[in-house]
């Protein structure tokens, strides 16, 4: 079975490409396409012929054929062919210009394959040359020869109205029809041009004498109304030069008081402004030096903050380095200590047995320091017992031991001047005099800072001193105050 389908089914397919390629090559062989200005007439099976314009399309090789038919615009030259006669017996001769084309709708193309098809250019135009030069003769029998030189557009027109209905049977359609040329038998045309020339000379003629009339009549009126105008003029002229010379003296007065006031209001205003200028320079300079006296103090106040800065940051550098010194110097301290720690474990037993003979030499000095301190401790008692006894006297005399020394301090600052120069009533005595005021002052100071009056002591003293010189029979000296010289004196020696 599937031997017997197997040779059929090649057969089929066979067959099949056959028919592709026939299909095919029909279709190569029978494709055609229309230009825009000519029309394809397809036909042979069916009964409407297949109209392609400007478009492609399939013919069946043998089966139908094609043919063409022009459908772009077509010039047709129509002469008269000789002088025909107007409406007013004028022979006449014109050549015009048709612009035609074959209609496109389905009526139009079916008449014109009956009747162009095939044909070219050539060919349908002689084809309708006749038609229309018979439309042409028969529309000239209708106008006069003046209407066809003053209208010839017109004579166009009736001409492409009236052929086109002959047209529409043929299935052309005309789109224009102009007048090239009209030329009359016995020059008449000329004749009718030299008539209107003459007509339109008179006509210009009459109307420049009429021009020139009426332009000497209004000559005339324009120089009447320009003397009258002149005369109007030159009055009006005086009249405004004497209202004009009223104003200018008005004016000028006006001008002299007004220069017046503003002379007088310039220097009010000069003075104010001046008063101005010199407050405002005073209230300028004001400002000005609190300005200085603002920026000074904002100078010493970032001075000062500079300072403050630099202070502390040395400050703070001081106490850092201060702070690292510190814990060098108590870690030396630390290691000089365990050091020292252990010399001096080391040197305690030495000590100890040093300080065992100096505690019994000591003990010996001791006795001996005690014995002389107990000596002075008596001598000064004994001094101090004189003293009171002696009261006054004894704090004479150690005033008068410490005196030259007072002396002394005083005028020391002389000595190391090389040369001293006085003027007026400076002399030497007054410069000893200072010197003795300066020691008067010294013991005035001790007299407020201690409250002893040495000058009360002094004189007491010498009061006393000068009453003991007196001889006296009747008075004798006590065992006690004769006791008391005797142990001043040998205090004080």
Same mark, same amino acid.
């Given at each position: 079975?599937?031997?017997?389908?197997?040779?059929?089914?090649?057969t089929?397919?066979?067959?099949?490409?056959?028919? @592709?390629?026939?299909?095919?090559?029909?279709?190569v062989?029978?494709?055609?396409?229309?230009?825009?200005d000519?029309?394809?007439?397809?036909?042979?099976?069916k009964?409407?012929p297949?109209v392609?314009?400007?478009?492609?399309?399939?013919?069946?090789?043998?089966?139908?054929?094609?043919?063409?038919?022009?459908?772009?615009?077509?010039?047709?030259?129509?002469?008269?062919?000789?002088?025909?006669?107007?409406?007013?017996?004028?022979?006449v001769?014109i050549d015009?210009?048709?612009k035609?084309r074959? /209609?496109?709708?389905?009526?139009?193309?079916?008449?014109?394959m009956? $009747?162009?098809?095939?044909?070219?250019?050539k060919?349908?135009?002689?084809?309708?040359t006749?038609?229309?030069?018979?439309?042409?003769?028969?529309?000239?029998?209708?106008?006069?020869?003046?209407?066809?030189?003053?209208?010839?557009?017109?004579f166009?027109?009736? @001409?492409?109205?009236?052929?086109?209905?002959?047209m529409?049977?043929?299935?052309?359609?005309?789109?224009?029809?102009n007048i090239?040329?009209?030329e009359?038998?016995?020059d008449?045309?000329?004749?009718?041009?030299?008539d209107n020339?003459?007509?339109?000379?008179?006509s210009?003629?009459?109307?420049?004498?009429?021009?020139?009339?009426?332009?000497a009549?209004?000559q005339?009126?324009?120089?009447?109304?320009? $003397?009258?105008?002149?005369?109007?003029?030159?009055?009006?002229?005086?009249?405004?030069?004497?209202?004009?010379?009223?104003?200018?003296?008005?004016?000028?007065?006006?001008?002299?008081?007004?220069?017046?006031?503003?002379?007088?209001?310039?220097?009010?205003?000069e003075e104010?402004?001046?008063?101005?200028?010199e407050v405002?320079?005073?209230?300028?300079?004001?400002?000005?030096? !609190?300005?200085e006296?603002?920026?000074k103090?904002k100078?010493?106040?970032?001075?000062?903050q500079?300072?403050?800065?630099?202070?502390?940051? *040395?400050? =703070?550098?001081? *106490?850092?380095?201060?702070?690292?010194?510190?814990?060098?110097e108590?870690y030396r301290?630390?290691?000089?200590?365990?050091?020292?720690?252990a010399q001096?474990?080391?040197?305690?037993?030495?000590?100890?047995?040093?300080?065992?003979?100096i505690? @019994?030499?000591?003990i010996a000095?001791?006795?001996a320091?005690?014995a002389?301190?107990i000596?002075?401790?008596?001598?000064?008692?004994?001094?101090?017992?004189?003293?009171?006894?002696?009261?006054?006297?004894?704090?004479?005399e150690?005033?008068?031991?410490?005196?030259?020394?007072?002396?002394?301090?005083?005028?020391?600052?002389?000595?190391?001047?090389?040369?001293?120069?006085?003027?007026?009533e400076?002399?030497?005595?007054? /410069?000893?005099?200072?010197? @003795?005021?300066s020691?008067?002052?010294?013991?005035?100071?001790?007299?407020?800072?201690?409250?002893?009056?040495?000058?009360s002591?002094?004189?007491?003293a010498?009061g006393?001193?000068?009453y003991? /010189?007196?001889?006296?029979?009747?008075?004798?000296?006590? =065992?006690?105050?004769?006791?008391? !010289?005797d142990e001043f004196?040998?205090v004080?020696?």
């Amino acid at each position: 079975m599937g031997d017997i389908l197997g040779p059929a089914v090649c057969t089929v397919l066979v067959a099949l490409l056959i028919v @592709v390629a026939l299909i095919v090559i029909v279709i190569v062989s029978g494709y055609v396409k229309a230009p825009p200005d000519t029309a394809y007439i397809i036909s042979g099976i069916k009964k409407t012929p297949k109209v392609l314009i400007g478009r492609a399309g399939i013919k069946v090789p043998f089966l139908e054929r094609k043919d063409t038919l022009l459908v772009k615009q077509m010039s047709i030259d129509i002469k008269t062919n000789g002088y025909i006669p107007t409406l007013d017996f004028i022979g006449v001769d014109i050549d015009a210009i048709a612009k035609v084309r074959i /209609m496109t709708d389905d009526r139009g193309i079916k008449l014109a394959m009956k $009747n162009f098809l095939n044909m070219n250019e050539k060919q349908i135009a002689e084809a309708l040359t006749d038609s229309l030069q018979g439309n042409m003769r028969e529309i000239i029998g209708t106008v006069s020869l003046k209407e066809l030189c003053n209208d010839r557009k017109k004579f166009g027109d009736e @001409v492409q109205t009236k052929a086109q209905i002959d047209m529409n049977n043929l299935g052309i359609e005309i789109i224009s029809c102009n007048i090239q040329r009209i030329e009359d038998k016995n020059d008449l045309i000329n004749a009718l041009g030299q008539d209107n020339m003459s007509q339109i000379q008179k006509s210009a003629s009459i109307a420049r004498a009429q021009a020139e009339k009426d332009v000497a009549i209004e000559q005339a009126k324009a120089k009447q109304l320009a $003397n009258e105008a002149n005369v109007a003029a030159e009055t009006d002229i005086a009249e405004r030069q004497n209202e004009l010379a009223i104003k200018q003296a008005e004016l000028k007065k006006e001008a002299d008081l007004k220069r017046a006031e503003a002379d007088a209001a310039y220097r009010i205003q000069e003075e104010a402004q001046r008063k101005t200028i010199e407050v405002a320079s005073a209230n300028a300079n004001i400002a000005k030096q !609190e300005r200085e006296i603002e920026l000074k103090q904002k100078e010493a106040a970032v001075k000062e903050q500079e300072l403050s800065a630099s202070i502390k940051k *040395k400050a =703070d550098a001081d *106490k850092y380095e201060a702070q690292q010194q510190a814990d060098v110097e108590l870690y030396r301290k630390k290691q000089e200590a365990e050091a020292m720690r252990a010399q001096a474990d080391a040197a305690k037993y030495a000590a100890e047995q040093e300080a065992e003979a100096i505690r @019994v030499k000591g003990i010996a000095e001791a006795e001996a320091i005690r014995a002389k301190a107990i000596a002075e401790a008596e001598g000064i008692e004994k001094k101090a017992l004189a003293q009171a006894k002696m009261k006054e006297a004894s704090i004479l005399e150690m005033y008068f031991q410490v005196l030259p020394q007072i002396a002394e301090n005083v005028a020391k600052p002389l000595s190391s001047v090389d040369r001293i120069t006085m003027y007026g009533e400076g002399n030497s005595a007054k /410069m000893v005099s200072d010197i @003795v005021n300066s020691t008067t002052q010294i013991s005035e100071g001790l007299t407020q800072g201690l409250g002893i009056d040495i000058k009360s002591l002094l004189s007491g003293a010498l009061g006393g001193a000068t009453y003991a /010189m007196v001889p006296k029979a009747t008075e004798a000296k006590s =065992d006690e105050e004769v006791k008391s !010289e005797d142990e001043f004196k040998e205090v004080t020696e």
